[in-house]
């Protein structure tokens, strides 16, 4: 097989700068949302539950986008793809996040709370599912599925760049049709029980595909960005415009896709105006958080709607990059909008909201570095490289 | 085939990259009545033509704003002006209801006005056909050939140039493409054999996809789930009951809610005696009963009570309520008439309420007197 790339292009490592910042921002991080676990510790468990949330959602949009790709039998995206597997890499690190909260469950879920659960009907209707024992075997499960999945996909890819066997991709093909159904499971439970437990009387049945939206976008623009960077940087030499415009066209979809989604729930709540399922975006309506609904409304769906309307917005790098930070930010905040109204009373915001955010900034960062170190930047044994480094729109 | 004059000269190409360098030169070479044909859209070749951005995407704007304005004015209209109704205890005006429909009506409009519009634009409407349909050269365009084509009416144009520019190319299949003797004439194409039964046909499949969807695909499974329920509706027979019957009488002694009870009934002299109008003759009381009197006593007495209706003839002759002895009835008699009926006069108890008879009564007490009018009245 032919290789178009140099090989410098092939092996690179992130400047010493970069990974010094990153253990910087990762220990402040560490240090803020320690300090904050010392003095509150239901705010900080609710802020840990957010972090954790964009975590999971980063790591796992990364493994379904690889995934997606298998399946679909892309050809454009297989020159960046590696750099979905390196995000695929956190994911190891999502289920270590969440220890702290295993330790402050009973801080943050009424249903933990056995006296209160058997004083209220719906919540000891509801205690076959929402229990501690049922609920740390779901994390467990959850996450050992996730994680083998990943684990799997990254090993054969990495294979291929050694043997060149396109049998492998063949197989990576059939896991990823099993993935999928899995997948679906995996992050509907993640989303149920991490943010919409935390008001256990309320249910949206489409609460899970809302997450599902978020992730798909967190996971495509911490991919897009880091595409583009390593593009200006010399990294990834070889993509074109139809490359970004296939990633700019993909984050505007979904971006539509989230609007759609975030309105069919609305839409369903308001119509029916049933007291079991308003209460939810009742909460989201008081004390300083109309505010933030409304923010949310133009941060994640109008600005980056427009920004990426035209068809050159889509193929402009420096566009990308400002949009796709701006979407992992909107992700940020849709995901705070979930979790935090139920620590009650106005919108906690101070340092103590910032260590986590930090935290995964740097954490993600070094986790890059690491894989940059040890693996291949382009899938140099793919057999559908070559067409996608030759891809036109 | 009957060949008209020259339309264009054809070549085609294998690849989008050989089509791009294609258009690139060929605009180099300062044609500019050329165009493309591609299976798909082939990105960058906008700037490979130099084209100006087309005006197409104005329209579609346009229409898309149109559709907004069209779905949003016209449900405020309803739901404000024309058909004002309580639903769910909302607002009248409630703009989440209408997202879903006014996304829909300008999703509508802006693309089937935006393929109108192409097809009046690039067609030149009534014309619904282009030279170039129909020919080897787009058959091979739309499945996996890329193809350019040059205009005979290109103010550059020469058949040996052109043919010399494209075989330079690297172009296979040159070929010239004419005018069809009856495509030259704009309007015959409407009438078209084939695009009037195209015409037909699909006004047959639509018409008998909304036939069977609505007639029987409803009434099969699992679709008429929603319509066959496992419930006793009015009529239906029940094993469930002794006597088969699904429908069950109230309970014994059940009365209705405001029951009063009538014990007048078939004793109109003794409800004239007993009875008393509870209401007083005040504007907001006559105007109700005016109403309800023309809507319920006017079809037959007239619209005066002068039992001057459109059914005299046709029937017994209604009475005029002016007489004296309708005038010298007290209230309650009135009453017990429309109540109980009278001779061919059915009982009105179930349709008019007890209010609205004696608003009634009012209002022909109003129409006597002012058929009869005193002196005094006038002052």
């Given amino acids: 097989m032919s290789n178009p790339l140099p090989a410098e292009a092939v092996r690179k490592e992130l400047p010493a700068k970069v990974t010094r910042l990153a253990w910087i921002l990762f220990v402040l991080g560490v240090v803020f949302s320690g300090a904050g676990y010392l003095l509150d510790a239901k705010r900080s468990a609710l802020n840990n539950i957010v972090g954790f949330m964009f975590l999971a959602s980063l790591a796992s949009g990364s493994v379904f986008l690889v995934a997606l790709e298998y399946l679909a039998g892309a050809v454009w995206s297989v020159p960046m793809r590696r750099v979905s597997e390196f995000l695929a890499g956190l994911m190891p690190f999502v289920p270590l996040l969440a220890i702290p909260l295993l330790f402050h469950l009973r801080d943050v879920f009424q249903w933990t709370h056995a006296g209160t659960v058997a004083s209220d009907n719906v919540l000891a209707s509801k205690s076959s599912y929402l229990n501690v024992g049922f609920f740390i075997a779901r994390f467990i499960g959850v996450f050992l599925v996730l994680n083998l999945f990943c684990f799997l996909f990254t090993r054969n890819s990495k294979k291929q760049d050694v043997t060149r066997d396109p049998r492998l991709t063949t197989i990576n093909v059939r896991l990823a049709a099993v993935f999928m159904p899995v997948f679906a499971f995996a992050l509907t439970i993640v989303a149920v029980d991490w943010a919409m437990s935390l008001e256990a009387h309320w249910y949206s049945t489409i609460f899970g595909v809302y997450y599902f939206a978020g992730t798909v976008l967190a996971g495509l623009a911490a991919a897009t960005y880091i595409i583009v960077r390593f593009h200006e940087s010399g990294f990834l030499p070889g993509l074109r415009r139809d490359h970004f415009y296939s990633l700019g066209a993909l984050l505007f979809a979904f971006i539509n896709f989230w609007a759609y989604i975030a309105f069919s729930q609305f839409l369903l709540i308001w119509y029916a105006n049933l007291p079991e399922e308003t209460f939810w975006f009742l909460n989201r309506w008081r004390d300083g958080w109309e505010y933030v609904s409304i923010l949310l409304i133009i941060v994640h769906f109008v600005v980056p709607y427009f920004a990426l309307l035209t068809q050159d917005s889509k193929m402009d790098p420096k566009r990308l990059k400002l949009m796709s930070l701006w979407i992992l930010f909107a992700h940020l905040l849709d995901i705070y909008w979930l979790v935090m109204p139920s620590y009650g009373g106005g919108v906690p915001l101070s340092w103590m909201e910032i260590g986590f955010p930090i935290l995964l900034v740097g954490l993600v960062m070094i986790v890059l570095s690491f894989k940059l170190k040890r693996n291949n930047l382009v899938p140099i044994g793919d057999p559908k490289l070559d067409r996608g480094l030759s891809f036109r729109l | ?379």
């Fill in chain 2, 1 to 379: 085939m009957n060949e008209g004059p020259l339309h264009s000269i054809t070549a085609l190409f294998d690849t989008p990259d050989e089509i791009i360098r294609a258009a690139e030169e060929v605009s180099r070479a300062g044609y500019t009545r050329y165009d493309v044909n591609t299976p798909y859209p082939v990105r960058g070749m906008d700037k490979a033509m130099r084209l100006r951005q087309s005006r197409l995407g104005i329209f579609t704007l346009i229409f898309g704003l149109l559709g907004t304005i069209t779905a949003v004015g016209f449900m405020t209209w309803v739901t404000l002006v024309d058909y004002r109704l309580v639903i769910g205890g909302k607002p009248f005006w409630t703009w989440p209801a209408f997202v879903p429909i006014a996304f829909e009506v300008t999703v509508l409009l802006a693309s089937v006005l935006t393929a109108v519009t192409m097809i009046v634009l690039y067609f030149k409407f009534p014309n619904i056909s282009h030279p170039l349909h129909d020919t080897p050269y787009m058959k091979q365009v739309s499945s996996d050939k890329f193809g350019i084509s040059i205009q005979a009416n290109d103010p550059k144009f020469d058949e040996a140039a052109v043919r010399q520019l494209l075989r330079s190319l690297g172009g296979k299949e040159i070929a010239p493409i004419y005018f069809d003797a009856e495509g030259l004439s704009h309007g015959q194409r409407l009438f078209d054999p084939k695009f009037l039964g195209a015409l037909v046909l699909t006004a047959i499949v639509v018409s008998g996809a909304t036939y069977f969807s609505f007639n029987k695909l409803l009434f099969m499974q699992p679709f008429s789930w929603m319509s066959e329920q496992n419930k006793l509706k009015a009529q239906m027979p029940s094993d469930f009951f002794k006597d088969g019957i699904g429908m069950r009488p109230p309970v014994e002694g059940t009365v209705d809610r405001g029951f009063l009870p009538y014990p007048f009934k078939g004793k109109p002299e003794e409800a004239g005696r007993n009875l008393v109008n509870p209401l007083l003759p005040t504007p907001a009381v006559l105007a109700r009963g005016k109403a309800k009197f023309l809507t319920f006593c006017s079809p037959c007495h007239g619209n005066f009570a002068r039992g001057d209706s459109r059914l005299q003839g046709q029937f017994p002759n209604p009475p005029t309520l002016h007489s004296d002895k309708v005038r010298n009835w007290p209230d309650g008699n009135i009453y017990s008439v429309i109540t109980d009926g009278q001779n061919v006069m059915p009982s009105y108890a179930s349709q008019i309420s007890r209010e609205d008879r004696w608003a009634i009564i009012l209002y022909i007490r109003a129409l006597q007197r002012a058929q009869n009018a005193k002196e005094s009245d006038f002052k």
